[in-house]
């Protein structure tokens, strides 16, 4: 190979494997989840929530979410909390990326809601249902997952 070749390939493949010019970010903001039964509306205490980071690789210029492409190998973190006697919990989450929301309180039907912006950014939610999941009875007992900063 030409040393003229070789000169414009090293460099190429320097930035490529840097991550170079790739949202690698892990800047983190706290929020809070409030659960409340659907019906009633009335505080969930005890739920379990666990709040993950939803992680693309992604190589190439793709917009995802409305954000950037992301090249990364390493998942953000994700966290878990249980919510107090008034139904909220205070959390610590990634801000680039959406999250998957999962909730999981006794004698209710387990809720997944993905957040795509954090609420420092977007401002606070209205209460939401679970996106995905099976129909459920008409009867079944279910939550509503509010998120505020």
């Known amino acids: 190979m030409s040393r003229v070749r070789l000169s414009l390939i090293l460099p190429l493949l320097a930035l490529v494997l840097s991550g170079g ?3 690698t970010s892990r800047t983190s903001r706290p929020m809070t989840i409030a659960v409340r039964d659907k019906l009633t509306r009335s505080p969930v205490a005890s739920a379990h ?11 190439g210029d793709i917009p995802l979410y409305g954000r950037d492409a992301i090249l990364d190998s390493s998942p953000p973190p994700s966290v878990h909390g249980v919510t107090g006697a008034d139904g909220t919990v205070r959390m610590t989450v990634v801000v680039e990326h959406p999250v998957r929301v999962i909730v999981i309180a006794a004698g209710y039907d387990v809720q997944i809601v993905e957040l ?8 606070p ?13 008409s009867d079944a007992r279910r939550v509503e997952v509010r998120f505020l900063p």
Not at 116 to 123: K, L, M, S, T, Y
Request: charged share 20%; net charge negative.
């Open 21 to 23: 010019g790739c949202s």
């Open 125 to 137: 939610s209205e209460w939401l249902d679970a996106e995905f999941g099976p129909e459920l009875p």
């Open 49 to 59: 929530i666990d709040a993950r980071t939803i992680h693309f690789f992604a190589p």
């Open 116 to 123: 795509v912006a954090h609420p420092a950014d977007a401002g």
